[in-house]
């Protein structure tokens, strides 16, 4: 990891890669608040994981998920909406769930396919369409955070530009409006991170924390995609 008071590289090979108890995949946790907080008491969490086979996700009560294949041929999930997930908040995603009780739902992602937003409730069995899957978890403690998760095409140079920000921003019609907790990128190609006159090499799945008064330029050699994400108070 490399960081300054402006922003924050985590490195994706850095990370430790954490078994699942059923043999199905394992998961690396690229970000977790608090930094000493565990999967039982989170405000988010930010996370990537291969699949291997086919098996049930994991019960988060009270977390609002959002969820983004990276690479395999994709996964068919059988959605089970239970009553409790009826709660599941507005998460700005381009598709989310709401469970309704004796409720079955089919849906296919691949990685051509938006973010997938659900709540943590939901019963979800997951089963391969082919080959291995990995795949970008978002998690965020219901009523108290939210996200928004973005696939970015890039081709040539993308800069994302950031004022200094406080609690409270103001919008364009002069509402206030939270300012971001955390907003970061996840590179999904190789990059180059221009910042402070150097050229720093970007791998597949690091991280940027990008910090408040801090610009972000990503030069690239071809096409390619970034995930954007912003965490807000609610």
């Known amino acids: 990891m490399t960081s300054d008071k402006h922003t924050q590289l985590i490195r994706y090979q850095d990370c430790p890669s954490t078994p699942w108890k059923n043999g199905g995949g394992s998961t690396k946790q690229l970000l977790i608040s608090p930094s000493n907080a565990d999967l039982s008491n989170f405000d988010y969490r930010i996370s990537i994981a291969s699949i291997s086979s086919n098996g049930p996700f994991s ?22 909406s239970r009553e409790e997930a009826k ?14 009780a004796d409720t079955t739902e089919y849906k296919r992602l691949t990685p051509a396919d938006n973010p997938f937003c659900f709540a ?10 082919g080959s291995d899957v990995i795949d970008f978890n978002v998690m965020t403690k219901r009523a108290a955070f939210k996200a928004l998760t973005q696939r970015l095409n890039v081709n040539g140079i993308f800069i994302e530009k950031h004022a200094a920000i406080s609690n409270t921003a103001i919008d364009a019609h002069h509402n206030k409006t939270e300012a971001p907790i955390v907003q970061l990128l996840c590179c999904l190609d190789t990059m180059t991170w221009e910042h402070n006159g150097e050229s720093i090499k970007i791998m597949p799945y690091d991280i940027l924390i990008i910090k408040p008064d801090q610009d972000i330029k990503l030069v690239t050699t071809a096409p390619s995609q970034l995930l954007s994400v912003t965490i807000t108070a609610c």
């Open 120 to 129: 943590g409730e939901t019963s979800i069995t997951s089963k391969l369409l």
């Open 87 to 100: 709660q599941l908040i507005d998460l700005r995603g381009e598709e989310r769930i709401q469970g309704d």
């Open 59 to 80: 019960s988060f009560i009270g977390i609002d998920r959002q969820l983004v294949i990276l690479e395999g041929d994709g996964v068919e999930l059988n959605i089970n």
